[in-house]
């Protein structure tokens, strides 16, 4: 919010343009990177204006980034989307509702941290579809390709620790139940958050991802 409105054109969504940046600064920087306060290139400007008082309350009710125009180093007028690392809840409303404190949940409300738990889910789900036959607690296949993906993600700047051992830790497979295969893993990511813990188990042939906030 809001709209975009500029010479040739009354308004305008900004969806587009936002998204772009997205994929933009996914590609070079990785998913979890946020494009608050970053130029955004183009004619139109925020109709209507927002004041920060406005802005503020936005981004608590209904949980929006704002687009706002910001006088750059160069004395210039600049286009950005306010700090949306403050933006709306990452996980489902019954996370929070559900809890006993809710405040433990502060952390998933960045929109750097909602990004990164959809594309972890993601990429888990994309493993879990190449590993649908393997189902064998034994089977070495599985916690290899969980090192390989977390140990990239951590050479990519996406998990913090100076060696990987303090970026993540993967347990050992447990059968829970017969036809049942859960690896526990615990991560540290780079944003404001202290830990995140994932359980990736197989049921029944179906692999999944269930988080929790540490």
Request: charged share 20%; hydrophobic share 40%.
């Amino acid at each position: 919010f809001p709209y975009l409105r500029g010479p040739g054109f009354a308004l305008r969504s900004p969806v587009g343009l936002i998204a772009g940046k997205q994929a933009a600064v996914t590609r070079a920087k990785g998913p979890w990177h946020s494009i608050g306060a970053l130029p955004l290139l183009s004619e139109g400007l925020p109709y209507p204006r927002q004041s920060i008082a406005q802005m503020l309350s936005l981004r608590q009710e209904p949980g929006v980034g704002v687009l706002q125009v910001r006088t750059g180093f160069s004395g210039r007028s600049q286009l950005s989307l306010d700090d949306e690392r403050l933006v709306m809840p990452a996980l489902p409303p019954s996370d929070y509702t559900e809890a006993e404190n809710i405040d433990r949940f502060d952390g998933f409300r960045a929109a750097e941290i909602m990004r990164f738990l959809g594309f972890l889910r993601r990429q888990l789900q994309a493993m879990g579809e190449q590993l649908v036959f393997t189902i064998d607690v034994n089977d070495p296949r599985p916690r290899l390709l969980l090192e390989q993906f977390f140990r990239r993600l951590y050479n990519q700047g996406a998990l913090r620790g100076k060696v990987p051992e303090e970026a993540y830790q993967i347990d050992q497979p447990r059968q829970t139940q017969e036809g049942a295969i859960q690896f526990d893993i615990q991560v540290a990511p780079a944003f404001p958050i202290d830990r995140l813990f994932l359980t990736f188990i197989n049921t029944n042939g179906e692999w999944q991802m269930e988080v929790k906030g540490g």
